[in-house]
Nanobody, 123 residues
């Protein structure tokens, strides 16, 4: 059983930066790929990006490419989502999710989820 907890959300002005953390616990967390998703009010949860279990491969949705970066520190059982040049449309609850070994983009493929952290970008 893997448990995930997000942190680092908050209120930031447009153009600013935030770094979200996803702390993982449980056996073999380092062997899990981790994805980030977000859900804005009235919208469906959408894929933001993901990283493979080794931390050597990432994938991002077009809307965040060049602005967001995912990294994985297996020694600390933590995955980071660095968000730069934030826009009001990035406002959402951000979730991390884990799946053993394989980097995937579909929410239904992930086995474990955190409870989310709110990110609000003011204009």
């Amino acid at each position: 059983q893997v448990q995930l907890k997000e942190s680092g959300g908050g209120l930031v002005q447009a153009g600013g930066s935030l770094r979200l953390s996803c702390g993982g616990s449980g056996p073999h967390f380092s062997s899990y790929a981790v994805g980030w998703f977000r859900q804005a009010p009235g919208k469906e949860r959408e894929f933001v990006g993901a990283i493979n279990w080794r931390g050597t491969n990432t994938k991002y949705v077009d809307a965040v490419k060049g602005r967001f970066t995912i990294s994985k520190d297996n020694a600390r059982n933590t995955v980071y989502l660095q968000m730069n040049s934030l826009k009001p449309e990035d406002t959402a609850v951000y979730y991390c999710a884990a799946k053993e070994l394989v980097l995937v983009t579909a929410a239904r493929e992930y086995d474990y989820w955190g409870q989310g952290t709110q990110v609000t970008v003011s204009s």
